[in-house]
């Protein structure tokens, strides 16, 4: 009896973004700082007596929360990488964790909304001085993790062969139009998330010099109601995107259609054709083909070979018999 070896043949299932690592001591950088400044808004607000500083500690919390959300998904996707409980890796578990905080951004604009709503009706006394130092320290705060937290894969993410792909009917600029199959929905959530609480520190600061200089109370809630209708639409696009990664959608119906066309020549024809993202910079490819003279799967994804991107390749191949009529 022959035994035979199945190295070689074998898929990986290792979809993990090229930036996992980096995004991960990043993402705990990030907690770190963001739970300080958590906790010196709420000390602070309380001892100057601010509301408005002790309110927007707690509010702080709940972005912590999401951004430790954010860093035990790139911990708990790379432990797990390699489990083969997870029929295609773990590499949508950054979409998951975006979805989660998005629903959690959802959840923040709405408190912002109501709680601004409550103080245009009924205003607070403010401790203009020591609220405005804080409230700079926190943007100073914000716009640090918001630098650690940039997304540079637009840039970094291609490798050399990303500029060298098929010309399909005249359209050789696939890749151009790829590069949105890189993005980290975890890490782009975890940056909404500080740049939430950056957009709120510059409308607090704007409102609060407006009501010590001007006397202008009703601008601290009103600038609050304007972070809140920013905020829900920054969750809504994050919802959108990381949603249809969760739901298999297909990320890209001109490389589907370049697909398609790539592997139809001659006889052969795409009777059946799956694409869909698998973590951050994969694509799985699912395809069947029918034709009159059919040849081997390999060579069918050797017609895939210059499609940056396509992590995971399946082919399956069926003989199309034409009976004679008289």
């Given amino acids: ?3 035979h070896t199945l190295e070689g ?3 990986s299932h290792v979809f993990l973004g090229r930036r996992h690592d980096e995004n991960e001591r990043r993402t705990w950088l990030v907690v770190v700082l963001t739970a300080v400044m958590m906790v010196a808004e709420i000390i602070g607000g309380t001892i100057f007596g601010s509301m408005a500083l002790v309110a927007d500690g707690w509010h702080m919390s709940t972005h912590a929360g999401a951004l430790a959300i954010a860093a035990l998904a790139y911990r708990f996707a790379r432990r797990h990488a390699q489990d083969e ?3 295609f890796g773990t590499g949508k578990l950054g979409e998951l964790a975006g979805y989660s905080s998005a629903i959690i951004l959802a959840m923040i604009a709405l408190l912002i909304g109501y709680e601004s709503g409550v103080r245009l009706l009924n205003p607070v006394s403010i401790s203009f001085d020591q609220a ?3 409230a700079v320290v926190g943007l100073a705060v914000n716009l640090a ?3 650690l937290l940039r997304d540079h894969h637009e840039h970094g993410e291609h490798s050399d062969d990303d500029h060298s792909h098929h010309d399909l009917d005249g359209q050789d600029d696939h890749h151009r139009h790829s590069h949105h199959h890189h993005h980290d929905h975890n ?5 909404l998330h500080v740049l939430a609480d950056a957009l ?3 409308l607090a600061i704007t409102a609060l010099l407006a009501g010590r200089l001007y006397g202008w109370v009703w601008m601290d809630p009103a600038m609050g109601i304007v972070g809140a209708l920013v905020i829900a639409h920054w969750s809504l696009g994050l919802l959108r995107s990381s949603g249809a990664v969760l739901l298999d959608t297909v990320p890209d119906t001109r490389l589907a259609a370049q697909l398609k066309r790539s592997l139809e020549q001659g006889t052969d024809r795409v009777a059946d054709l799956h694409v869909w993202r698998l973590g951050p910079g994969h694509l799985g490819v699912v395809a069947s083909i029918v034709s009159d003279v ?4 390999d060579a069918y994804k050797a017609r895939l070979a210059g499609f940056a991107g396509l992590s995971h390749v399946t082919v399956e191949v069926h003989a199309c018999r034409h009976e004679a009529t008289a």
Avoid: K
Wanted: aromatic share 14%; net charge positive; no cysteine.
């Fill in 200 to 202: 709120t520190s510059v």
């Fill in 132 to 134: 405005i130092a804080i």
């Fill in 145 to 147: 993790s918001a630098w």
């Fill in 9 to 11: 043949w074998q898929h």
């Fill in 1 to 3: 009896m022959h035994t």
């Fill in 85 to 87: 409980r997870f029929g």
């Fill in 187 to 191: 890490l782009r959530a975890a940056y």
């Fill in 294 to 297: 059919p040849q081997a799967p």
